[in-house]
T-cell receptor
Framework: DSGVTQTPKHLITATGQRVTLRCSPR?????VYWYQQSLDQGLQFLIQ???????AKGNILERFSAQQFPDLHSELNLSSLELGDSALYFC?????????????FGPGTRLTVL | EDQVTQSPEALRLQEGESSSLNCSYT??????LFWYRQDPGKGPEFLFT???AGEEKEKERLKATLTKKESFLHITAPKPEDSATYLC??????????FGTGTKLQVIP
């Protein structure tokens, strides 16, 4: 158990809908990262927050957005969902968000878009 | 753009048969190279961080090494519980970690 929690574990929805994924980092960690993992692709970095502020952005679609709240939990919002958005979404956290920080991953949310 | 290529894509070993997984990379200023283990349907589990060429780290039956162009994950006398996908990742000049697609290891009793 990494100490990172993600809810829900599974999510099934329809095209065009909007969903919110939630992540609570390990106690004491200030930085949160979001990744997407599709069947045939590696982990794709989406976005990073540090202490409530956006720090780095990866291949995140405009239909996706995220935020980190004062209690350091984070939410990833996915809207106008398409079939291709079906994937595992992982949250990770690290102490300070530096480039050599160890990232600890949560168990993931499996999103299925029908 | 930083790039990570892992080989082979899949590897099947008999229990006790040692082998190595390869991670070749191109990066603009390596800050750190990471190895993770991922079980099906679960989040990656951190194994090692290597910072500079020549560095080696060990944990039980696993040993990670680093050169200027590649990293190896050596598995000595593997057991069935070592079966998993092993992911290599790096951080470089860009403000993010880039992951490879992994090597799926199966160890047969």
């Amino acid at each position: 158990d990494s100490g990172v929690t993600q809810t829900p574990k599974h999510l099934i929805t329809a095209t065009g809908q909007r969903v919110t994924l939630r992540c609570s980092p390990r106690s004491g960690d200030l930085s949160v990262y979001w990744y997407q993992q599709s069947l045939d692709q590696g982990l794709q970095f989406l976005i990073q927050y540090y202490n409530g502020e956006e720090r780095a952005k990866g291949n995140i679609l405009e239909r996706f957005s995220a935020q980190q709240f004062p209690d350091l939990h984070s939410e990833l919002n996915l809207s106008s969902l398409e079939l291709g958005d079906s994937a595992l979404y992982f949250c990770a956290s690290s102490v300070a968000g530096g480039l050599t920080d160890t990232q600890y991953f949560g168990p993931g949310t499996r999103l299925t878009v029908l | 753009e930083d790039q990570v290529t892992q080989s082979p894509e899949a590897l099947r070993l008999q229990e006790g048969e040692s082998s190595s997984l390869n991670c070749s990379y191109t990066v603009s200023g390596l800050r750190g190279l990471f190895w993770y283990r991922q079980d099906p349907g679960k989040g990656p589990e951190f194994l090692f961080t290597l910072y500079s060429a020549g560095e080696e780290k060990e944990k039980e039956r696993l040993k990670a090494t680093l050169t200027k162009k590649e990293s190896f994950l050596h598995i000595t006398a593997p057991k069935p519980e070592d079966s998993a996908t092993y992911l290599c990742a790096l951080s470089g000049g860009y403000q993010k970690v880039t992951f490879g697609t992994g090597t799926k290891l199966q160890v047969i009793p």
